[in-house]
Nanobody, 126 residues
Framework: QVQLVESGGGLVQAGGSLRLSCAASGRTFSRYAMGWFRQAPGKEREFVAAINWGGGNTYYAESVKGRFTISRDNAKNTVYLQMNSLKSEDTAVYYC???????????????????WGQGTQVTVSS
């Protein structure tokens, strides 16, 4: 079992920055890949970014590439999402998720992730 708790969401003006954190507990953190997803009101959940177990393999959605950075600190059992140059369309609930099956990959599909956090709200005002 893996428990995930997100934090760091809030209200920010367009052009601003936020850093989300996701603290993991349970199974050994360094043995699984992590992803960030988001869901805006009335929309389907979408992939944002993913990182493999060691941090050497990352992947981003085109909509956030160059603005968001995913990273992890295995010593702290935490994955981060640094979000810069935020836009109103980034407004959503952000979820972190753990992929325990293929830790060396940074996968896009939400269905392959085994564990999910409760989400943290990010609101970008224009």
């Amino acid at each position: 079992q893996v428990q995930l708790v997100e934090s760091g969401g809030g209200l920010v003006q367009a052009g601003g920055s936020l850093r989300l954190s996701c603290a993991a507990s349970g199974r050994t953190f360094s043995r699984y890949a992590m992803g960030w997803f988001r869901q805006a009101p009335g929309k389907e959940r979408e992939f944002v970014a993913a990182i493999n177990w060691g941090g050497g393999n990352t992947y981003y959605a085109e909509s956030v590439k160059g603005r968001f950075t995913i990273s992890r600190d295995n010593a702290k059992n935490t994955v981060y999402l640094q979000m810069n140059s935020l836009k109103s369309e980034d407004t959503a609930v952000y979820y972190c998720a753990a992929d325990t099956d293929f830790p060396n990959l940074a996968r896009v599909e939400g269905r392959v992730y085994d564990y999910w956090g409760q989400g943290t709200q990010v609101t970008v005002s224009s």
